[in-house]
Every structure is written in C-alpha cells, then in structure tokens.
T-cell receptor, first 116, second 113 residues
Framework: AQKITQTQPGMFVQEKEAVTLDCTYD???????LFWYKQPSSGEMIFLIY??????QNATEGRYSLNFQKARKSANLVISASQLGDSAMYFC?????????????FGSGTKLNVKP | DAMVIQNPRYQVTQFGKPVTLSCSQT?????MYWYQQKSSQAPKLLFH???????NEADTPDNFQSRRPNTSFCFLDIRSPGLGDAAMYLC????????????FGPGTRLTVT
C-alpha cells in the first residue's frame, strides 16, 4: 500500500484565495512526522511545515497551515491568500519513528497553478 | 549561506562514461540522502547514510554507488550511465529521528548523450 497518497495531480486557484492540497497517509506506527515541501520550477525542494503525530494543535507557518486529522489519517496543506509565487509542485511526506526512522516517504505531488 | 551544496549544478556525460556528483553540508547532520527525480515525479530515494551506516534501497540499480568519506561530504557515482539515468539528482540532509525535516540542495541536472 502507498504510504502517502496525494489525489490531486493538478490544481488551479485564483490569486488571493485560499487553497487546500490533500494528503492521506498509511502507517501502523504510533509516532511519526508529517511534512510538506514546495518545489518551484527551479527544482529545489523547500521545506514548508511539519506536524508531529502527537501534536494536538494544527501546525501553522505564516500563510501555511496543516489540517491534521489523525483518525482519518489526513494531513492537508492549506495555503491562505495565494500568491503567484506559490505556483509549484507540492509534496507531502512522512517519516516514521519505529520503522526505518530516517526514511522519508513522499507522495506523488500536486502541481498548483495560481492564476492572476 | 548555502547549507547543502551540490556540484556541479549541470552535468553532461556520455553514455557509459562514469560520472560523480558531489554534495556537501554545513549543518553537521548525521543523515545524508541521494534522490533521483524525473520530470513531474516524486523524488525516488536511492540510498542514505546514517553516520557511516549505508542504507541502500532494494530497487536501486547496482550502477549507482555512494561514498561518504566524512560527515560533511557525500558522493554519488554512476558507473555506466544509460539514457534512462538522465534526471535531477537531489542531495538532502537531516538529523536522525522522525521529527526532523530534510534540507535539500539545489540539485544536479544530469544529461546523458
């Protein structure tokens, strides 16, 4: 089974609007970390936000927030007030504590296009 | 203040001619990773080091080798590049443990002619 599933290959959003990128995960580990990365067309992967499995509050970093629903095993990224510079690929990733704790599992990504 | 540096940024090699990509870090992280990424796909983990312990992915071809002579440096050797090895190669580092993010370098774009 896929560890990380991103079901939206591509999305469009109007500038200044909010957008939600979906991510579901599969693990039997009780302790794990969830991460979102942005990859612009230049190619560099940029870390955006992190959520630990035991964190009770949703993580926020500026315009990014992570909507963490543990029972549903989902970790959706919310970008508020979209900007043209947000156009990029977005990857959700997970790292487990118990099983090979240094390995990151990536989803297939969502390509976000922000329209002016 | 680059933290993960990859050289070169662009590499052109001939079919079958060995090539080495390098990665260095100033973060003193004990985990270093090599990923292969093809267009519009997720990064594919080739291998990683936890300190000196080498961890190879089961589906990484034997054509790909790696060396980590010290904490700061890691190399990816492609012994006999094929056309299918043309890709972006990303180096990343992290602290050990599930709660730490990865820091990526800018990548090396490999072209095989």
């Amino acid at each position: 089974a896929q560890k990380i599933t991103q079901t939206q290959p591509g999305m469009f959003v109007q500038e200044k609007e909010a957008v939600t990128l979906d991510c579901t995960y599969d693990t039997s580990d009780q302790s794990y970390g969830l991460f979102w990365y942005k990859q612009p067309s230049s190619g560099e992967m940029i870390f955006l936000i992190y959520q630990g499995s035991y964190d009770e509050q949703n993580a926020t970093e500026g315009r990014y927030s992570l909507n963490f629903q543990k029972a549903r095993k989902s970790a959706n990224l919310v970008i508020s007030a979209s900007q043209l510079g947000d156009s990029a690929m977005y990857f959700c990733a997970m790292r487990e504590v118990q099983y090979n704790f240094n390995k990151f599992y990536f989803g297939s990504g969502t390509k976000l296009n922000v329209k002016p | 203040d680059a933290m993960v540096i990859q050289n070169p940024r662009y590499q052109v090699t001939q079919f079958g001619k060995p090539v080495t990509l390098s990665c260095s870090q100033t973060l003193n992280h004990n985990v270093m990773y090599w990923y292969q990424q093809k267009s519009s796909q997720a990064p594919k983990l080739l291998f990683h080091y936890y300190d000196k312990d080498f961890n190879n992915e089961a589906d990484t071809p034997d054509n790909f080798q790696s060396r980590r002579p010290n904490t700061s440096f890691c190399f990816l050797d492609i012994r006999s590049p094929g056309l299918g090895d043309a890709a972006m190669y990303l180096c990343a580092t992290s602290r050990g443990g599930a709660y730490y993010e990865q820091y990526f370098g800018p990548g090396t774009r490999l072209t095989v002619t």
